[in-house]
């Protein structure tokens, strides 16, 4: 059993709770962009809890480089506060750094392809971070309903991502037309 200042430090300042159907399909619609807001979530908890002088905002928009160390640092409070977090989490920061570079850097179609399922390394740590709100702060919303500014944001990406298929369609055909000249 945790002790009890370590319990109520924790109630003081939950990780962020969010179902895990929901994180999936926002960082899917939204390019990956909901992910940084799920790294200044957990951020923001960590300078709390921990009263550290530290930037949220700067550490979500670095998110490859600081998933490390909020990894760690998470994994070490689920266990801290009594649950089981089985996951390496250095191993998950490389692949979240890794998949994060494929959006950005041109390294082959497969790792571009890859790089949108980045949130899944969010998800492993997200399921331990729920398991702990729901043992120590049960009373703390799974957080599983989107409020009108997530559906606004799932609408954005989704006709965004309709655009793009549209585009890509007449591209192929423009070459088509253009190798048949």
Known sequence: MPAPEVVAGYRAAPMFAISLG???????CTF???EWYWFLKHWDAERRRESEHLSPVVRALFAPCFAFSLFRRLKHRVAKLGGQATWPAFGL??????????????????LSL?????????LIVQHSANAI???VVPELPP??????????????????QVVIVLLLRQLTELSEILDSM
């Not at 929901?22 to 899917?28: C, F, G, Q």
């Not at 979240?96 to 179609?109: D, E, S």
């Not at 957080?143 to 965004?160: D, P, T």
């Open 133 to 135: 709100n729901r043992e």
């Open 32 to 34: 990956g962009i909901y």
């Open 22 to 28: 929901k994180l999936a399909v926002m960082s899917v």
């Open 93 to 110: 920061g490389l692949a979240y750094l890794i998949l994060g570079l494929g959006r950005v850097v041109p390294l082959g179609a497969w």
């Open 143 to 160: 957080n599983g309903k989107y409020s009108a500014a997530e559906l606004a944001l799932l609408a954005a990406g989704i006709a965004f």
């Open 114 to 122: 890859a790089s949108g399922l980045s949130f899944v390394p969010l």
